[in-house]
């Protein structure tokens, strides 16, 4: 919530400024009749709370969001979709061997940044009952990043797990915090990390 009052208030100042730079002269005989609608969009654009405003107002995504924002990605979450993110928590990152995290957050490896993030996120809006009814209906239930990984779904002792495509799984933690372009679940591991 203070996220969202903080991006309302930096917005909100925003506009602001932009209209204080107008021409002094013009302003004086001119009304903005802009400035209502600007502000409307604005506020729809924060009460839709979208996957990129749920993910931003994320504790335990904060990470994740951060990637979002230095690859160039938060613009996907931002639209219509539906997407389903499977967002590996901050625990998660501090967990990424050194040499990894290093790798990825060299400049001079963006794209591969690009890639890992996009490996955790799906088209299409699938809850964590989803997951798990497709998961029980067949033990080779899989979904494609937009990425172009394949992440495996598969249940265990009433856990959803998901693995990719060297092996490694990752469990889902906290589910289901909707937004108005899909869902967005918290992992305990980053997946398809393609250096050593």
């Not at 591969?112 to 998961?135: C, P, V």
Request: aromatic share 6%; proline share 3%.
């Amino acid at each position: 919530m203070k996220m969202i009052r903080f991006t309302l208030s930096f917005l909100c100042a925003g506009l602001i400024l932009i209209s204080c730079k107008s021409d002094p002269e013009k302003q004086e005989n001119q009304v903005d009749t802009n400035a209502p609608a600007k502000e409307e969009t604005v506020v729809k654009q924060l009460n839709n709370k979208n996957l990129l405003v749920k993910t931003m107002a994320t504790q335990e995504a904060k990470t994740f969001t951060s990637a979002l924002v230095t690859t160039g990605l938060s613009d996907v979450l931002d639209d219509e979709g539906p997407y389903t993110v499977f967002a590996p928590s901050v625990a998660a990152f501090d967990a990424m061997n050194k040499n990894n995290l290093n790798f990825y957050l060299n400049p001079t490896n963006k794209e591969a940044f690009i890639t890992l993030i996009k490996n955790h996120i799906i088209e299409g809006d699938l809850s964590s009952a989803d997951l798990l009814q497709n998961a029980k209906k067949s033990s080779n239930y899989e979904v494609k990043t937009l990425g172009d990984a394949v992440l495996k779904v598969s249940m265990k002792d009433g856990n959803i797990f998901l693995t990719d495509a060297k092996g490694n799984e990752a469990t889902l933690g906290k589910t289901d915090i909707l937004a108005s372009n899909g869902k967005l679940h918290l992992l305990d591991k980053v997946l398809s990390v393609n250096v050593k």
